[in-house]
Structures are given as structure tokens and as C-alpha cells.
T-cell receptor, first 113, second 115 residues
Framework: ETGVTQTPRHLVMGMTNKKSLKCEQH?????MYWYKQSAKKPLELMFV???????ENNSVPSRFSPECPNSSHLFLHLHTLQPEDSALYLC????????????FGQGTRLTVV | AQTVTQSQPEMSVQEAETVTLSCTYD???????LFWYKQPPSRQMILVIR??????QNATENRFSVNFQKAAKSFSLKISDSQLGDAAMYFC????????????FGQGTRLTINP
């Protein structure tokens, strides 16, 4: 079992659909992140949650709505997405202080049709 | 704002040889961390090596080592005795030392290992 688990691994959705991505970490970390990885672009930080509180929203469109019910779970709710939102969405977690490295899940490959 | 630049989109090396991947960064902070992550076709980002800016000694992890030049803001990764399993995208990343850690990534270098 990996330390950070993302589901689903693949998702195809229409532009009018509503779906959610799930991330769960078993590492006892208290910071969680969503990153977007598009082809030929660096990874882009989307959201940061620290002790369940959102501490950063990197100018992400409102059609992406994060939710962090506790320090172990993070969701990304998706609605009315655009084809350009197709990408690999990576979840990560880390300690808020101390060990600075982030641990990543395997990502959700999202295709918007 | 901090930036990370990887100027080599692709690199290739013969199996068992040594290869060096380049990374430069820009920051006004004096205390920070630098990382190299590996992303194989499985897509999971795997931490390869980490360097604390306050440490002058270069980090090493088995066949992986870094050349950290703080004044030049350079952070290269050397892979010795390259193996087929080293084939992947390699990302250089930066994070500051305060608060929740937010990684700033470079564009990545695709490493191919030739048998």
C-alpha cells in the first residue's frame, strides 16, 4: 500500500458532468496539496491545505472545488470543466514543519470531452 | 517569486555510464530545500534526493548525488552506473523553509537509458 492513494486512476467526463477526485494519505502528515500536470508544462500548484484549512488557492477557476474534511483526506470536486482541463492531477502530502519533502500519489488522468 | 529551470528537455545515456542533469533556480531566500524527483511511466513522483541549503556537503543516495552550488544557484543531479530502471522524467524542485511546503518544479528532463 502506497502512502498516498488517489482514486480513480483514470476519469473521462463530459463538460456538463460533476465528478470528484479523492486522495487519502496514511503517513500522518498534516499538509495536503493538489497539483496539475499538463503536457509540456511544469507542475502547477493548485491548492494547499494545512491542518484542514486552505492556505493557498493559486488562482484556480471556481469549477475546481477542493474539500479537506480531515488531515488524511482531500477531495477535488469538478463541475462544468473545459477540454483544456484535461491533465494529470496529483495529490501530495507533507509535514507542515520538519521534514520538507512531499510524497505523491499516482495521480488521476482526467480527460474532458 | 521562486523559479526553477531545467534546460535539458531530454537526455540519454548508455547503461552503466554516468549522466548529469542540470537545474538552476532563483530565490531571494537564504534557507530552503532542493529536491530531485523521478516520475516513471507509472506517473508517481518519487523522491530521489534532497539537499538543505544550509548544508555545504553535497547529498548522496547510493548511485545518485548532487552538485549544489549555492552562490551560482545551481543544483545538478549525477546518476552513476545508470540502469534501465532509471529511465523516467526527472524534476528539480524547490521549497522554502517556512510553513507548509509548496514545491516549485522545473519543466523536467526525460532520461533515456540505452542498453
Amino acid at each position: 500500500e502506497t502512502g498516498v492513494t488517489q482514486t480513480p486512476r483514470h476519469l473521462v467526463m463530459g463538460m456538463t458532468n460533476k465528478k470528484s477526485l479523492k486522495c487519502e494519505q496514511h503517513l500522518g502528515h498534516n499538509a495536503m496539496y493538489w497539483y496539475k500536470q499538463s503536457a509540456k508544462k511544469p507542475l502547477e500548484l493548485m491548492f494547499v491545505y494545512n491542518f484542514k484549512e486552505q492556505t493557498e488557492n493559486n488562482s484556480v477557476p471556481s469549477r475546481f472545488s477542493p474539500e479537506c474534511p480531515n488531515s488524511s483526506h482531500l477531495f477535488l470536486h469538478l463541475h462544468t470543466l473545459q477540454p483544456e482541463d484535461s491533465a494529470l492531477y496529483l495529490c501530495a502530502s507533507s509535514q507542515e514543519r520538519g521534514q520538507p519533502e512531499a510524497f505523491f500519489g499516482q495521480g488521476t488522468r482526467l480527460t474532458v470531452v | 517569486a521562486q523559479t526553477v529551470t531545467q534546460s535539458q528537455p531530454e537526455m540519454s545515456v548508455q547503461e552503466a555510464e554516468t549522466v548529469t542533469l542540470s537545474c538552476t533556480y532563483d530565490t531571494s531566500e537564504s534557507d530552503y530545500y532542493l529536491f530531485w524527483y523521478k516520475q516513471p511511466p507509472s506517473r508517481q513522483m518519487i523522491l530521489v534526493i534532497r539537499q538543505e541549503a544550509y548544508k555545504q556537503q553535497n547529498a548522496t543516495e547510493n548511485r545518485f548525488s548532487v552538485n549544489f552550488q549555492k552562490a551560482a544557484k545551481s543544483f545538478s543531479l549525477k546518476i552513476s552506473d545508470s540502469q534501465l530502471g532509471d529511465a523516467a522524467m526527472y524534476f528539480c524542485a524547490y521549497t522554502g523553509s517556512q510553513g507548509a511546503q509548496k514545491l516549485v518544479f522545473g519543466q523536467g528532463t526525460r532520461l533515456t537509458i540505452n542498453p
